[in-house]
Structure formats: structure tokens, C-alpha cells
């Protein structure tokens, strides 16, 4: 069969390596791609957001399946026109992709349903919003309510930065339409998690828990970016704890929206946070997280493809569990100087391909770029660099040895990836 992967990071790379392994795959196409999957994926030079091209080039092309990485087309619809056109294709429609599109709907689900979640308000007017603000219990968060690039999300220790954020996302609009409605919730304190789930809108198979480090330095100081680094499984999430979140969590979700007359089809991911209480939801994503698919899909034995037409074909019952290496997954992100913020590219990669001898390590691109035989940096985040240890102590060891290999102007990496379960 014919696969079209849509995206260009590093877990579209993880996930074309990953499709790459199941043996009903005659041939995977990525759209735009980067020049790192070029050994795996043949490049399609059509962007996210060109919905129409990439249907009717699907069509033309005739591509079986069709696998969609990030957000913004979810959310705008990628999957409804492809299926209005008789193409198959993972992940959820533009009415469930809501569910990372809106966090007041997301809110509001949980609240209606009583999953749970940090208590909140909803405000459309600042003036409103800024009023609430001045007798409000601090820390507490500020979050836009629409796809804001993962920066939509403000910790707020005290009134001033409050207000400030307040103004800057729903009178500066620097988020655009996405800073209309925003959410004020609760501040809570505790280890996150990220659980992902396969399902049809009926079952749920969770795919192993992964942590990420979304703080661009070392003790989860400085800015969010999208993630500079995750480990699979994670001690943190016991078995009675993995119950709560099957049982309390992920099926009353996906039940909640059958209930609202939405069928949630794809990967839902859940942002979880392990207060004293138990856990709590901090957000949904309607997709693989990026690193954690770094993680988690080299520890999946199951084939990636049988998987996702199950969920398709609403048949994700006649899957009981999945298998997994026993081996613990550390990934680091190589990131460019300055990043998430300002920063410049186009500086040589020194080593990547003497690392690449090693069995147990793998490299996904992000952004990069082949100029004749050598790689130059393209992008904020570069390299995702993953290894399979025994144990999560063994496999970051490992990880940060293979790094010193690597060197490039402005390399920028977290050097305490997995510190949280060694301090544990
Ligand atoms: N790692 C965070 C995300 O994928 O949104």
C-alpha cells in the first residue's frame, strides 16, 4: 500500500521510520517532509495547509492511507475532505480535533462529564478578565483558547504578569483570532504526563506513558517550547495510577464525546499532571506529541499501520494489547541557539553520520537540510536523538555520550533529560 505522511518534524520522521517497518507498505510519501526522511519517504512539495492540494494529490496519486502529524490541519479540517473525497485517513475530524482546537470546549467536556481537571472561567471580554484578576488566588494560569503554537499557555505568579498576560493575548491579539476567549484556571503542582491513546470513538488502546521537558534549560527553567526531550515508560505511572487514567480519564472522554454526537477517531493525547489528589487533565492534543513519538513508537512491536485501520474501520475492539520493548527510550532534542525565540540557522552538523553505526540509536530530523553531502541546521529544533537502554538510567548514559559526537554553531540541548525519575 501507499502511504502519505503529513508534516515535517521530527515525529513525522519517527513516524515514517515506524510505517517504514510494516510489511504492507510498498512505498511512504511525505508532505513537505525534511531532507532527513528522504531515505525512508519520497518528498511531496505541498504545505500543511493546503488541504485542497494535498486531497486531490492523494487522489491522483492513489494513496491508500494517509497519516496527518500536526494540529493545524486537523483542527482545520484535513480529515473531512479527505474522506469527502473517499480517502482514507488517521486521525480526527475537524469536530473532534476540537478537542485540541478549543480548550473551552476541552473544558468544557471535562467539566460536563466531570473528568478531572483544574476548576476554571471562560472570558471573551479583557475588561472582564482583568477584573477577575484583581481578587484572584496566584499562582494561576492564562491560556488562549485557540492553537497558539504551544506559547498560548501563561503561569502567572502574581497580578501584574496576570494582567499583562491578559492584555497581550485578548487586546494585542498576539495570537489572532486564537486570543478571542480565553481560559483562567487553577494552578496545579506536580509531575506531567503524557498518555496517549489509539482510538475509534468507541475503544481506547493507550499506547505506553512518556514525559516530556517542554522548558528550553536545565530544571525546566525558561520558556516552553515544543519539547526538548522525553523518556518511555515513566515510574511515575503506577498500575493502580494507569487504571485512574484509563478508567477515569481517557474512556469517559471519548464516551462524553459520543455522547455530544462527536466521534473521536485518531490518537488522543492527554496531558496529564499528577497532583496529591490523583490526575488531572491540563489539556488534550489531537495527535502524536513531538518528542514523545520519539519514544514511544521505537518501543512498539505492534505493526503502526494495522493499528491505525483499525481505528479507521472502527475495529480497535479486536485489538487487546499491545507489545512492547521491555527497553526503556530517552530522546534528546538538539535545538539551535536562541530557540524558542530568536535564533539562526544554516550552520554544518559535524558527526551525524559516524553516529548512525549504532544499533541501538536513532536519529530523526526536524530541521535540517542537505546541502550535497553535508547537513546544515533549518529549523529552531534540529535533531531528535533516541536510544534504547536497559533502563532509563543505562539509555540516558548512552544518549549523552552519543551527543558529544554531534556539534554544531549555537547547539543548544538540556543535559538533565530524565532527571525527574533519577531524583525520584
Ligand atoms: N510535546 C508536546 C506536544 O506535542 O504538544
Not at 502524536?288 to 480497535?316: A, K, N, S, W, Y
Amino acid at each position: 500500500m501507499k502511504v502519505l505522511i503529513i508534516g515535517s518534524g521530527g515525529r513525522e520522521h519517527t513516524l515514517a521510520w515506524k510505517i517504514f517497518q510494516s510489511e504492507r507498505v510498498e512505498k511512504i510519501y511525505v508532505a513537505p517532509g525534511n531532507d532527513g526522511m528522504s531515505d525512508l519517504a519520497e518528498r511531496v512539495p505541498i504545505q500543511i495547509d493546503q488541504i485542497e492540494e494535498l486531497a486531490n494529490w492523494a487522489l491522483a496519486n492513489k494513496i491508500d492511507l494517509t497519516v496527518v502529524g500536526p494540529e493545524d490541519p486537523l483542527v482545520n479540517g484535513i480529515v473531512d475532505h479527505f474522506e469527502a473525497k473517499g480517502l482514507r485517513i488517521f486521525g480526527p475530524n475537524k469536530e473532534a480535533a476540537l478537542l485540541e482546537g478549543s480548550k473551552v470546549f476541552a473544558k468544557s467536556i471535562l467539566k460536563k462529564y466531570d473528568i478531572p481537571t483544574a476548576e476554571f472561567e471562560v472570558f471573551t471580554d479583557p475588561d472582564a478578565a482583568l477584573n477577575y484578576l484583581e481578587e484572584a488566588n496566584y499562582p494561576l494560569v492564562i491560556k488562549a483558547e485557540g492553537l497558539a503554537g504551544g506559547k498560548g499557555v501563561v503561569i502567572a505568579s502574581k497580578k501584574e504578569e496576570a494582567n499583562a498576560a491578559v492584555e497581550r493575548i485578548m487586546e494585542d491579539k498576539v495570537f489572532g483570532d486564537a486570543g478571542d476567549r480565553i481560559v483562567i484556571e487553577d494552578f496545579l503542582e506536580g509531575q506531567e504526563i503524557s498518555v496517549l491513546a489509539l482510538t475509534d470513538g468507541e475503544h481506547i488502546l493507550p499506547l505506553a506513558p512518556a514525559q516530556d521537558h517542554k522548558a528550553i534549560f536545565d530544571g525546566d527553567e525558561g520558556p516552553n517550547t515544543g519539547g526538548m526531550g522525553a523518556y518511555s515508560p515513566t515510574s511515575f505511572m503506577t498500575d493502580d495510577l494507569w487504571d485512574e487514567v484509563c478508567e477515569d480519564i481517557l474512556e469517559p472522554t471519548v464516551k462524553a464525546l459520543k455522547e455530544e454526537g462527536v466521534s473521536y477517531k485518531g490518537v488522543l493525547y492527554a496531558g496529564l499532571i499528577l497532583t496529591d489528589t490523583g490526575m488531572e487533565v491540563l489539556e488534550f492534543n489531537a495527535r502524536f506529541g513531538d518528542p514523545e513519538t520519539q519514544v514511544i513508537l521505537p518501543r512498539l512491536e505492534d505493526d503502526l499501520v494495522e493499528l491505525m485501520e483499525l481505528v479507521i474501520d472502527g475495529r480497535l475492539s479486536e485489538k487487546k494489547s499491545l507489545s512492547w520493548d521491555e527497553r526503556a527510550a530517552v530522546c534528546v532534542v538538539l535545538a539551535s541557539g536562541g530557540y524558542p525565540l530568536t535564533y539562526e540557522t544554516g550552520f554544518e552538523i559535524k558527526g551525524l553520520d559516524d553516529l548512525k553505526q549504532h544499533d541501538n540509536l536513532l536519529i530523526f530530523h526536524s530541521g535540517t537540510k542537505l546541502v550535497g553531502d553535508k547537513w546544515f541546521t533549518d529549523g529552531g529544533r534540529v535533531l531528535g536523538i533516541t536510544v534504547l537502554g536497559d533502563g532509563i538510567l543505562d539509555a540516558i548514559n548512552q544518549v549523552y555520550d552519543f551527543l558529544e559526537e554531534i556539534e554544531f554553531e549555537d547547539i543548544h540541548y538540556r543535559t538533565d533529560i530524565g532527571f525527574k525519575i533519577i531524583e525520584d
